[in-house]
Nanobody
Framework: QLQASGGGLVQAGDSLRLSCAAS????????MAWFRQAPGKEREFVAA????????YYADSVKGRFTISRDNAKNTMYLQMSSLKPEDTAVYYC????????????????????WGQGTQVTVSS
């Protein structure tokens, strides 16, 4: 089970840190990712990280502003978001790919098997 938290209402230019805590099993050997979905839009890739944290991928729209990380000792993944823009407004979902143990992360949502419930991020202008 994944539990995403840390969302909220902020102003443009502010920062937020999202957390995704896993429970029930260790996710330390699996790639994890963040996706987001704005109203009326498809769920889109934001960032992904491999099991060790040594490989990360970002969507072009967030590159340089967002940082994905993980703490395997805490079974938790993070997304540090800075310089937030109104277009970052969405529900943010975390996920992990149980089929890719110790492999590179995917940026495709259909490759992820387990999803958290989402946390709302709203950025006002």
């Amino acid at each position: 089970q994944l539990q995403a938290s840390g969302g909220g209402l902020v102003q443009a230019g502010d920062s937020l840190r999202l957390s995704c805590a896993a429970s029930g099993r260790s996710v330390s050997n699996y790639p994890m990712a963040w996706f987001r979905q704005a109203p009326g839009k498809e769920r889109e890739f934001v960032a992904a990280i491999n099991w060790s944290g040594g490989i990360t991928y970002y969507a072009d729209s967030v590159k340089g502003r967002f940082t994905i990380s993980r703490d395997n000792a805490k079974n938790t993944m993070y997304l540090q978001m800075s310089s937030l823009k109104p277009e970052d407004t969405a529900v943010y979902y975390c996920a992990y790919d149980i089929s890719s143990r110790l492999r590179r992360p995917s940026t495709t949502k259909n490759d992820y098997d387990y999803w958290g419930q989402g946390t709302q991020v709203t950025v006002s202008s």
